[in-house]
């Protein structure tokens, strides 16, 4: 015997397959959106916008906002996937896995266009050189086993704690006193600077064997 559907009442197939398919409408825009950031770069997020997207994804307007109630929903969705191909899992970050997922960030931002700079006024370009050289100068002189290439390493983390974007980053994202942000980036300097002092150069880069 064949069992009629009543009418009006739709097989369970038809629903796991509208499921698969709006599944996979959904990742297809995602994956869009991941997509026209690198040709960009991971910093610019100005060109992801529903209708840019929509355009890649080669769907329309109406389709995006189906499945995302807004374009933050939608840049959003694209920076968890960003997180899931570096691998990284922010709910399960523990101490000890930081280097490790630093090192996973910056490789996975490696692979995309870098933004280029703005020309620094000859003023600050021509300090920040001098800076630069005052930092390798005084590296120098704990560092006669050091290569070069170490000590450029250690002087540019130097140079990053010290600028004056990190301490305000630090008053701005994390809301803290100047003085406490001043407390935290010496704090930090202190232990470059020890490290330095007892020989602790930065580990050798493990890359992969190329083909």
Avoid at 171 to 182: C, H, K, M, R, S
Wanted: avoid cysteine; hydrophobic fraction near 40%.
């Amino acid at each position: 015997m064949t069992t009629k559907t009543p009418a009006g009442t739709r097989r369970p197939y038809d629903n796991t397959l509208r499921r698969q398919r709006a599944a996979q409408t959904r990742d297809r825009i995602v994956l869009a959106g991941v997509e026209l950031l690198r040709e960009s770069s991971i910093r610019d997020w100005g060109g992801l916008t529903v209708r840019a997207v929509a355009g890649r994804a080669g769907v329309n307007e109406r389709t995006v906002f189906r499945h995302f109630a807004n374009e933050k929903e939608l840049r959003d969705a694209v920076m968890f996937r960003l997180e899931g191909e570096a691998g990284i899992d922010l709910t399960k970050l523990r101490l000890e896995g930081v280097a490790d997922a630093t090192a996973r960030i910056f490789r996975h931002v490696a692979a995309y266009p870098q933004i280029t700079r703005p020309e620094l006024d000859p003023t600050l370009a021509e300090a920040s050189q001098r800076q630069h050289e005052a930092l390798v100068s005084a590296i120098e002189r704990h560092t006669a086993g050091w290569t070069g290439e170490d000590r450029v390493l250690a002087a540019a983390m130097l140079d990053v704690l010290w600028a004056v974007s990190s301490f305000e980053r630090l008053v701005a994202d994390w809301d803290l006193d100047p003085e406490d942000a001043i407390r935290a980036v010496s704090w930090v300097i202190g232990l470059v600077e020890h490290a330095i002092g007892a020989d602790r150069r930065p580990p050798p880069v493990r890359r992969k064997n190329s083909r």
